[in-house]
């Protein structure tokens, strides 16, 4: 079966940092450019980072630049999203979804999605 599995999650201060974790199962994520998403409550989704297949390239939202940082290991068939600096309104249940794309990285016509992992920032 494929499908990805979101982890890291949970209750943090203010300022402070998590980092999510995105596994694979069933496919290899090397082949694949991952995406993070968000949801947070009353409000849309949105993409907030992307790393290609290679890991050579990436992109990040302006809300989430500066503070947040994608990475990949491809030998653990995992790909994270640190997150320093978080605020309030950083919170939201946080997605990771696999694109099967040679160059680059997208926020949409995702192939696989995850369950998502609830993160809150409150003191």
């Known amino acids: 079966q494929l499908q990805l599995v979101e982890s890291g999650g949970g209750l943090v201060q203010p300022g402070g940092s998590l980092r999510l974790s995105c596994a694979a199962s069933?496919?290899?994520?090397?082949?694949?450019?991952i995406a993070w998403f968000r949801q947070a409550p009353g409000k849309e989704r949105e993409g907030i980072s992307c790393i290609s297949s290679s890991g050579g390239s990436t992109s990040y939202a302006d809300s989430v630049k500066g503070r947040f940082t994608i990475s990949r290991d491809n030998a653990k068939n995992t790909v994270y999203l640190q997150m320093n600096s978080l605020k309030p309104e950083d919170t939201a249940v946080y997605y990771c979804?696999?694109?099967?794309?040679?160059?680059?990285?997208?926020?949409?016509?995702?192939?696989?999605w995850g369950k998502g992992t609830l993160v809150t920032v409150s003191s």
């Open positions: 069933g496919f290899i994520l090397e082949s694949y450019a």
């Open positions: 979804a696999a694109d099967r794309r040679v160059l680059g990285c997208v926020f949409y016509g995702m192939d696989y």
